[in-house]
């Protein structure tokens, strides 16, 4: 019990000083890879890149305290972080206050769902999300992943499409005009690096090399150049209009937002006194509520599209600066350029987001975009609930979210923590890993966590730096903690471009086109339903949990069918004297006796199919005699099922024929016993298998001189032939 409260005693089994340097040099290793790529999915997940820094501190180590692989490397990862941010999407704005709490409260929720499936042992319910299905999900995510970096590749600002192929096309058509080679160049160089040190040997963290060479490039050539200026730098009057109007729409949709979340409140209030008051004054009252919330939301997307508009128009404009300027310099567009003025040879643009612009400190990008400063020191506490939200509403807003999410990444984190145990031979227990991966979150989150899960680039680098227990995790953290508390200053130079890159080579191994292959070739339908997840999860980008929805849907939509539709086959004898499906393999049928296999639970959904099917061959038959039912395939039977067979057996009686079972199971005829069932068809008439079934009855036909032609005849010995 001790064990199981706390596996982690496990490791100091027989542990020693060779197992805990191999464990020390192998945490040190993966933080290596660990820090940068966590800064990235924190921006692929909609929050500033150093969240990525707090979601990579506690969950390693309690996800390892408390799992039962030694060897899982969990933290923030690609396909969560997106479902992260596309979840929150229309919750509030990516980046901002909200935002984050919101993150953090999903996390938790997260952490909750998988702690409870967990402690109840029902880590089987990750057999709801099928193979093919995660398989086209998986590829889709990955391509969108990769895609939605381009912009920080390009160097160019999009505002976010609808749809993600939208987005696509508008960075496109951006990078075509507006692209900064410097950005792009160091992109491309991060990218060579780890491919290529990958090639050579993968033991070299690769990632790290490339932030370090991309870090030290950007420092000393100068390649971020940002300046913060006032409005009264900026000589275009159209210019310092438009982002008065910008503030004011942004300012708007905030107060109306404000507005709304207070009435969702109050409608909330109303329907739940709905029971305790009049519910026709409360009936009134809700279509006030609902009416004033419907004119809200249309102001609201006006104003949205109206910020947009002015936000996309002041992306596009380039600024130009005084070469001999000394101090802050004026800047100018193309409009109100001096003719004379000698420029400084840059394209200055104005960094703008859906956040209110400081007008008296806006920034002009004049060059490439880096990290920036990273707040120094650990975050801990209780996880604040979103403005107008209680936790609890929070909870319950993001729990549909959360299922989701949860599936997925244990579902992630399981399939690496099994490949690696069988090569380590250990003891796997996904149960336990349940609890790891959900207090991981919990406990995450007071750390200003985000939701994680197990990493499979990660994991590999442990195993291949020889991590011998979940020791490594807790060097990781301990690193990731250093960082933190020190080292944050070293990080000011980074690349955006380069985190773009990083982002994309991780999410390359992530791509499996033979998933495809291997699901068409087992069933053709599940193939088919894994290349409609993938398309489906394209085209609902960024909105991933629709794609699987729709994967799901139509796993269980097949699934159900092949209940209401089970296979029932018409046997006969084949050339190397085994029974099988005459249709399929175009075999001689008998005509006096139907051999007939069911294959499936005889239950509710496809009770009345085996008696239609059996009447149709009678009806095929006009000189059958027998009708043999192998009920091998016969799992389960309920009393619809058992009430199916009764009555089977009075039509077969009733057309002057005979029916028998052969092969059937303990249970099924346990349920014919306590409903007398057995009795009505006859003891005598119950076979232990085919052949012995067979042998009784063909013995029965051929004494009438019926069945010498019979193809079932080389079945039977030689002293029945006859």
Known sequence: MINKLFPFLLWFQDYNKEKLSADVIAGITVAMVLIPQSMAYAQLAGLPAYYGLYAAFLPPMVASLFGSSRQLATGPVAVVSLMSAASLEPLATAGGPEFIAYSIILALTVGCFQLFLGVFKLGLVVNLLSHPVVNGFTNAAAIVIASSQFSKLFGVYVDKAPHHYQTIINVCKSAIHYTHLPTL???????????????????????????AVTILISKFTGFNNDQLVSLENISDTKVVQTLHAFNGDV????????????????????????KEHDIHIASEQQLDVEHDLALINAKIDKTKGAAHIKRENLRLIHFFTDKNTKGTPIFYTEATLPETL???????????????????????????????????????????????????????????????ISLLGFMEAIAIAKSMAAKTGQKLDPNQELIGQGLANIIGSFGQSYAVSGSFSRSAVNLQANAATGVSSVVTSIMVAITLLFLTPLLFHLPQSVLAAVIMMAVIGLINTSGFVHAWKAKR????????????????????????????????????YKHLRPRVALLSMSKDDTLRDAVTAGLKE???????????????????????????????KPDLMHVLIASKGINDIDASGEDAISILIDTVRGSGRKISFCGLKEEVIAVMERTHLIDKLGRENV??????????????IHSKGDCNECPLKNYMPAQIRG
């Open 251 to 274: 300012n708007k949709i905030k107060e109306l937002g404000t507005l709304r979340a207070n009435l969702n409140n109050q409608l909330k209030e109303i329907t739940s006194d709905a």
């Open 590 to 620: 008998c005509d006096h006796i139907a051999v007939v296999r069911f294959d499936g639970s005889l239950i509710f959904t496809n009770a009345t199919y085996l008696e239609d099917k059996v009447l149709q061959y009678i009806a095929e």
């Open 342 to 404: 000698e420029t400084d040879g840059a394209k200055w643009r104005l960094k703008i987001s859906n956040k209110p612009l400081n007008l008296e400190s806006l920034k002009m990008i004049g060059a490439g975009a880096v990290v920036g400063d990273i707040p120094k020191g650990l975050k801990v506490g209780i996880p604040k609930a979103p403005a107008n939200t209680s936790y609890f509403g929070a909870f319950i807003q993001l729990l549909p979210f959360a299922v989701i």
């Open 687 to 700: 076979y232990i298998n085919t052949r012995g079934a067979l042998e009784s009855i063909y013995k029965q």
């Open 525 to 560: 339908s599940e193939g088919i339903i894994s290349v409609i997840a993938f398309l489906s999860t394209l085209y609902f980008a960024p909105h991933l949990e629709e794609g699987i929805m729709v994967g799901v849907g139509l796993t269980f939509a097949l699934f159900i």
């Open 185 to 211: 160049g160091l992109g491309i160089l991060a990218i060579t690096i780890m491919a290529t040190l990958k090639k050579v040997n993968p033991k070299i963290p690769n990632v790290l090399v490339a932030v």
